[in-house]
Nanobody
Framework: VQLQASGGGVVQAGGSLRLSCTASASIFRISTMAWYRQAPGKQRELVATISIESATNYSDSVKGRFTISRDSARNTVYLQMNSLKPEDTAVYYC??????????WGQGTLVTVSS
């Protein structure tokens, strides 16, 4: 397994969760890392990205509430999710896009936000 995501669960609205995704070192060090999500009946959407140089980008729907970060010592990317809303309920996928344009996906982790 090249990308292993974890940290999903059930949380009440207003609560927080932190997702983690560990990659193989050979992928992590040359990849922009990202989190996507797919809600039931909807298309997969980009949530946040972090470049090799740790420049970040967020979708408007999560800006100010979610924080993406990466730890090179652990080959891990995190998504800290605060002030969660029911509309954040989705399967969250970790993604790596390498400098050589190879794309890798994690297995997905379910986040459920109850109202």
């Amino acid at each position: 397994v090249q990308l292993q995501a974890s940290g999903g669960g059930v949380v009440q609205a207003g609560g927080s969760l932190r997702l983690s995704c560990t990659a193989s070192a050979s992928i992590f060090r040359i990849s922009t890392m990202a989190w996507y999500r797919q809600a039931p009946g909807k298309q997969r959407e980009l949530v946040a990205t972090i470049s090799i140089e740790s420049a970040t980008n967020y979708s408007d729907s999560v800006k100010g509430r979610f924080t993406i970060s990466r730890d090179s010592a652990r080959n891990t990317v995190y998504l800290q999710m605060n002030s969660l809303k029911p509309e954040d309920t989705a399967v969250y996928y970790c993604n790596a896009h390498s400098l050589f344009h190879h794309v890798y996906w994690g297995q997905g982790t379910l986040v459920t936000v109850s109202s």
